[in-house]
């Protein structure tokens, strides 16, 4: 009960907040703009609260939720007489485009949501596919944070080290957690709601840029669904199987937005972007929010003869303070909208910028310290031309099969645009060509998550050119055909996607994760094997002394670092001469030993027995406690 009231307060807190600072704001844009950055806003007060107390504290979360509550009925107390006076009628017959995308998009989300995000059954916790690796992250923050006492944030899964990654939305998880909720419902719930301000955001952005609903529509489509020219591999294969087109449809053994051996890797927002990265997930609505600010002050500037170099200032005020605190939610999102508006600045500089900038920048910056210096590392931003075009056999090809339709179709738009749209899409063009010159991290494949920026500009400016060819009968027919082929594709994976539903934690798991978190101490230190799903860390938010590699180098850590921690986990789990040392040297109190380290590390379990003590075992699961100053 508590959770949920501590949900609905922040959304309501948030549209409060939207409507007292952004009194031009419509309806649908106070809704909206006030789930996300209601959720951005709690997020941030549980966090610093708690970081003061160092613990995810009960009674504190119970006091922010009345103060929540509190602020709530002072920023509605005028807005009484509004309420009386609402009409659903109206509300519908202004925002049809919008109910029709949130009637399409809603089931999606949900779905995904309630069989796919640690969805509880009687042989275990479920995962849909494209989240086996992203939330079992999340789920090992969240945890870190309620039961292993993780503040200030330290990295899980290598000893001593700060957490670069964006953790807030997986701090959002554990204050419901804390408030008794399920993990399936703390994380599930509050995805669903973040999903819910991502469909209103990105269409109130797109509807501020665009000047009309129905182009918001058709933009939102291609965004959410986006794809590429995949879907024609989908036809070959359909082809080449002894099914009807039905029956393969519903059968498809391929994401045809994610092909690498095939060079496909546009992957469709919706079921490879948003549903597994958390991040993302709350990262993009506000940044969109931001974005939508910035795009009414630049049409003011581009329709307006007021030259006032300050004109627009409280509004990019706002946004900037919103900017300034992306950072431990969302990097990427951060980064997007500081180059975008970098680029703005470029084709139209203005003093109104600054106070942009500096809360952006000024309350970005301990962030940016605090975690470790995430875009200091050698690691980040480095040359790479092309993105990831290596996977296909011609450049040009690369790009049309990925980015499909709407790659032709920018020209001819960006032509028949209005001049502020045209050069409001100057900053996103840019962002592009940045991303195929650099990359902004370790891991290649993260530039996409930039890129997903461009495709939202991208998507408003075709629209605005086919929702004009519609006054044309003729071509009505036309624009339908050119929506389904830029959407094909991320359909085509929205129904793949959705089958993919796999265990991730078995009741064995589960029982070893349980004991682990009751039995042990906070800051307990385990030694495991390198893969994505360990229960001591995931489930009991425990440190693992090296956990999983791929985490561990896209997020910026040394392989070399990592190679050697690797050697020494292999001589103490062979029990060597050298194991007892090693176990010292590290200050490890617990070794975990399960199918995946009997499978990978030549488990000496005699070693084990005769050296240290057994405080738990099931069917599949042992895991001792190191005897310290042993012979």
Not at 518 to 540: I, K, M, R, S, V
């Amino acid at each position: 009960m508590v959770g949920l009231l501590f949900l609905i307060g922040s959304f309501l807190l948030g549209i409060g907040l939207i409507k007292k600072v952004f009194p031009f704001a419509d309806g649908a844009e106070r809704f909206f703009w006030g789930i996300a950055v209601g959720i951005f806003l709690s997020t941030w007060s549980g966090y610093l609260i708690c970081r003061i107390l160092f613990e995810v504290n009960y009674f504190a979360l119970i006091i922010l939720t009345i103060i929540i509550w509190a602020s709530v009925v002072f920023l509605f107390r005028k807005f009484v007489g509004e309420i009386r006076h609402y009409s659903f009628a109206n509300t519908f017959r202004e925002n049809k485009y919008l109910i029709l995308l949130l009637s399409l998009f809603i089931p999606i989300f949900f779905y995904f949501f309630y069989v796919g995000m640690f969805r509880a059954k009687d042989d275990g916790l479920y995962l849909t596919a494209t989240s086996w690796y992203d939330l079992a992250l999340h789920l090992a923050i969240s945890n870190s944070f309620l039961y292993g006492q993780n503040f200030p944030p330290m990295y899980m899964v290598i000893p001593d080290e700060p957490l670069r990654y964006p953790f807030l939305p997986d701090f959002h998880a554990a204050i419901f957690l804390k408030l008794g909720w399920s993990i399936w419902a703390s994380f599930a719930v509050t995805s669903f709601a973040s999903a819910i301000a991502l469909i209103g955001t990105f269409y109130c952005f797109a509807r501020r840029l665009a000047d009309s609903k129905s182009a918001a529509f058709i933009a939102t489509l291609f965004f959410l669904f986006n794809g590429g020219l995949g879907f024609i591999l989908f036809f070959r294969d359909w082809y080449s199987s002894d099914k009807s087109l039905i029956g393969y449809f519903f059968d498809m053994k391929e994401n045809y937005t994610d092909m690498l051996s095939q060079g496909i890797k546009w992957v469709n927002l919706i079921t490879s972007g948003v549903i597994p990265q958390r991040a993302m997930l709350y990262g993009m609505p506000v940044a969109f929010v931001v974005l939508a600010l910035i795009s009414i002050v630049w049409r003011d500037w581009s329709e307006s003869a007021d030259k006032n170099r300050w004109s627009g200032a409280r509004i990019l005020f706002a946004a900037g303070v919103i900017t300034g605190m992306l950072p431990l939610y969302h990097v990427h999102s951060y980064m997007s909208v500081g180059l975008i508006s970098g680029f703005l600045f470029l084709v139209r500089p203005r003093f109104a910028w600054l106070v942009f900038w500096l809360p952006a920048v000024l309350l970005a910056l301990p962030q940016m310290f605090g975690s470790g210096g995430h875009l200091s590392s050698s690691e980040f931003l480095q040359v790479h031309l092309g993105w990831m075009s290596y996977a296909g056999t011609n450049f040009f090809v690369f790009l049309l099969f990925n980015f499909g339709l709407p790659l032709l179709l920018i020209v001819p738009s960006l032509f028949a645009a209005p001049r502020y749209l045209q050069t409001f899409y100057i900053a996103f063009a840019a962002l592009i060509f940045l991303c195929f010159v650099f990359k902004i991290s370790p891991n290649d494949f993260d530039n996409i998550k930039l890129m997903y920026y461009w495709y939202a500009a991208t998507a408003v400016v075709i629209a605005v050119w086919l929702n004009k060819l519609t006054i044309k009968p003729k071509l009505r027919f036309l624009v339908v055909l050119i929506i389904l082929i830029c959407t094909a594709s991320g359909l085509l994976a929205t129904v793949r996607e959705a089958k993919m539903i796999y265990r991730i934690f078995s009741p064995e798991e589960i029982e070893a994760g349980t004991f682990s978190r009751e039995q042990t101490a906070p800051d307990a230190l385990f030694l495991t094997g390198q893969y994505h799903n360990q229960p001591a860390l995931c489930l009991a938010g425990r440190r693992t002394f090296l956990g999983y590699d791929f985490w561990i180098i896209s997020h910026g850590y040394s392989r070399q670092m990592y190679d050697a921690l690797k050697a020494d986990v292999k001589e103490i789990y062979r029990g060597s001469s050298t194991a007892e040392g090693l176990l010292e040297k590290h200050k490890i109190d617990y070794i975990y030993v399960g199918p995946n380290e009997k499978k990978d590390l030549q488990v000496n379990e005699d070693y084990f027995n005769n050296r240290h003590i057994l405080v738990f075992r099931n069917a599949t699961i042992s895991i001792y406690k190191i005897q310290r100053f042993q012979n």
